[in-house]
């Protein structure tokens, strides 16, 4: 149990634990929508940040193999979990547009702010040309995946027609082959783009009883505070005129992965802009290929089938993401001024999706 409660007292972000019972109270006293969202949204962030360390200190205990899969799966757990909630309230706009904007977070946002603290403290910053190259081509493939059926269902039949519903699916399974291929291409190597491997320096050198039992608990919180949340964000749309749109494309992805942030520019300010951009890259990778086509699944379960069909403004956004951060990293070389023009693209972006309707 010491173990344990230092596991929690080590990390800076356990101050925002107090977020977690006062987003409770907030929800059973019936406060103001708003305080509500915020209070649960501070709340999620160090959640998320305990089920990340708790899986790379499971992963310590592992073979190479099984670490790789418990931190491809595991990854975005916290993530997965809020739009679980989102599809039980019948928000799959919300959904949709949170995979979009977790893309668009990790290759615009992300990296934008590792090159640019990076590149502020070290000047120019390197990193593998040749496996830069090879996750732009996986990340392209990746979007060509969701722009396809997304694409071709306009011609097919209605949004909720057996035909569409049924080519949905289709390409969500070969979207997890295509996973469990990269998986099985991590389990054989160092350096494959769906998942990353932090120094062992870094790693949290828990118990496996600690380990399970912060990723237990973390995962139960979550579970309660993304029904508060979801719930909250219904509210906040129709009282605050925020379209839910903005909500997903934008606020829920930085929600769940602001401490996988932090942690990526915090490598580049260390001068390991290699992993930044793996950290990047990978949970890209996971959004598109796993999460995406798992709540297909995972919605049809639930009674409200989502399918794997995106509007004109997130496919716009995913390919002008994905092909800026393929030129960007196309030299192994980075500066700060690329990653402001990063930086730049994606706040261009979140005023776009603001003031849609």
């Known amino acids: 149990m010491s173990t344990l409660i230092k596991a929690v007292k ?26 509500i969202f915020i209070i649960a949204a501070i709340g999620v962030i160090p959640l998320a940040a305990y089920i990340g360390e708790a899986t790379e200190a499971l992963a310590v205990h592992t073979s190479p193999r099984v670490g790789a899969l418990l931190n491809a799966t595991l990854g975005n757990a916290a993530e997965l979990i809020i739009t679980i909630a989102a599809i039980q309230q019948g928000l799959l706009e919300l959904v949709k547009a949170s995979i979009t904007g977790s893309i668009l977070g990790n290759l615009l946002l992300v990296l934008g702010m590792s090159m640019v603290v990076g590149g502020v403290k070290h000047g120019i910053q390197t ?15 990746a979007v060509v995946a969701m722009l396809v059926p997304s694409t071709f269902s306009h011609y097919i039949g ?52 600690t380990a399970v039992i912060v990723l237990s608990a973390a995962t139960i919180a979550i579970v309660f505070l993304s029904e508060v949340l979801v719930g909250s964000a219904e509210a906040v749309v129709a009282d605050y005129n925020i379209s839910e749109f903005f909500l997903g494309i934008i606020l829920i992805p930085l929600i769940g992965n602001v401490a996988e942030h932090m942690v990526a520019v915090q490598f580049a300010a260390k001068n390991n802009m290699e992993l930044s951009v793996e950290i990047a890259v990978s949970s890209s990778l996971q959004i598109a290929l796993f999460v995406a086509p798992l709540l297909v699944f995972i919605s049809l379960a639930m009674g409200n089938p989502m399918q794997l069909i995106f509007n004109q403004f997130e496919l716009i956004a995913l390919l002008i993401g994905v092909i800026i951060a393929s030129l960007v990293s196309a030299d192994g070389e980075s500066t700060w ?6 930086l730049a693209v994606y706040i261009i972006f979140a005023l776009g999706f603001f003031l849609l309707p």
């Open 127 to 141: 990193f593998n040309r040749r496996s830069a190259g090879r996750n732009a081509v996986l990340l392209l493939l």
């Open 158 to 209: 209605s949004d909720t027609s057996v035909p569409v519903e049924a080519f949905s699916i289709g390409v969500a399974i070969i979207m997890i082959i295509l996973y469990g291929l990269g998986l099985l291409d991590a389990s054989r190597s160092h350096t494959s783009p769906i998942t990353h491997a932090s120094p062992e320096d870094t790693l949290p050198h828990w118990p496996v009883r």
């Open 10 to 35: 080590s990390k800076p972000l356990s101050l925002l634990l107090v977020f977690v019972p006062l987003a409770l109270i907030a929800e059973f006293m019936h406060w103001d929508p708003l305080a």
């Open 337 to 342: 001024l690329e990653g402001a023009g990063l």
